[in-house]
């Protein structure tokens, strides 16, 4: 890894709530079915997952669990984009998304897949993709 993004993640975390704090966050944004319309919203089930359990796991699921990690980082304060109303959540959601998936392409042979990814937090890597598109406040 080069040192320069070494001291970027490490400053980061050190100045940013725990990965855990975030997922226990967006954990609590799951909605009540009669609450909101938007079914795209709901069934988020990977806020404590690996990369290797997000690989397997729906569309729906996955944008449901982006949608919820950004409520929780906006609920945090630390967003610097507007996700006030559906449309705009839907769409930086299903970007996240598709970063996510791209991040945790499945590689190689199932065995090699299965140990780069299994100890990969979600939540860790939502903060890393929010900060290099710009989305986190500068702390």
């Not at 967006?26 to 997952?49: I, K, N, V, Y």
């Not at 796991?57 to 967003?79: C, H, I, M, P, V």
Request: with cysteine; glycine share 4%; proline share 3%.
């Amino acid at each position: 890894m080069k040192p320069v993004l070494l001291i970027l993640l490490l400053g980061l975390y050190a100045c940013s709530p725990s990965p855990e704090d975030l997922a226990n966050i967006a954990s609590q944004q799951f909605r009540e079915s009669g609450e909101t319309e938007e079914t795209w919203l709901h069934d988020g089930e990977l806020h404590f997952s690996t990369a290797f359990e997000w690989q397997k796991a729906s569309f729906q699921n996955k944008r449901a669990t982006s949608s919820d990690f950004l409520l929780a980082l906006d609920e945090q304060g630390r967003l610097v984009i507007n996700i006030a109303d559906n449309q705009s959540l839907k769409i930086h959601s299903e970007e996240l998304t598709r970063k996510l998936n791209k991040q945790f392409e499945i590689i190689g042979p199932a065995v090699h897949n299965k140990n780069k990814y299994k100890d990969q937090l979600i939540s860790d890597s939502v903060v890393l993709i929010a900060s290099q598109n710009g989305w986190l406040k500068n702390i």
